[in-house]
């Protein structure tokens, strides 16, 4: 875990996959829409970022291995829009994930909270102020054959909001890694990819960015 001092932010243990590539989407969103004169005309407060959760393992006790559906929460980590432009941001971010992680899912019970304000938050707080991911790296979208062959390129192509992030397995073909597929209105988008590029030491496949 990731422990924040008045002083510091202390690594407690490594991040994994998931929340890096996430701490790293999220601080380079914060940083193309929340400039001096952007991010809706607030440049500070807080930011929030929902992950979906997966309980089967976390239930007290977890579903059996021939469960088929969905068994989900709404995960919210939350920082300071100041710390995330910073050079931790990083950092900062993936101290943000981890603290939620730990909070609202691996507690005794993730299910003991008001599931009826697990949406409580998207109702109160501005909608550029709240990202989130869909999908997962886990998820071997290039693997998966119906008949014809396995997919060429594998994209989300509807979402029903902006500052979404799609995470799917890269084809194994590219050597693995992470495909991150990003939704992002046209204003923000070109700072974006610089942020995100720069920080990933990657490089963008898509014309969209």
Known sequence: MLAKTKEQLILMAAPTTHVAVLSLYWSSL??????STGGGGAGDGDV???IPGDLRRRLRPPVGDGYFGNCV???YAS???GDLRGGDGLVHAAAA????????????????DDVERWSELERKVPKER?????????????????????PRRVELVSVYRMDVVA???APPAAGGGVQVSVALDRAHMEAFDSYFLQNSDTKSDSPSI
């Open 73 to 75: 929460k709404p995960c």
């Open 79 to 81: 920082a300071a829009v």
């Open 130 to 150: 709240i990202a989130q991911a869909s999908a997962s790296h886990r998820f071997m979208a290039y693997e998966t054959d119906f008949g014809w062959g396995a």
């Open 30 to 35: 914060v940083r193309a829409k929340f400039t």
């Open 167 to 169: 995470l799917v397995a």
């Open 48 to 50: 929030y970022f929902m």
């Open 97 to 112: 994930f981890q603290s939620a992680i730990r909070g609202s899912l691996e507690c005794d019970d993730p299910l003991a």
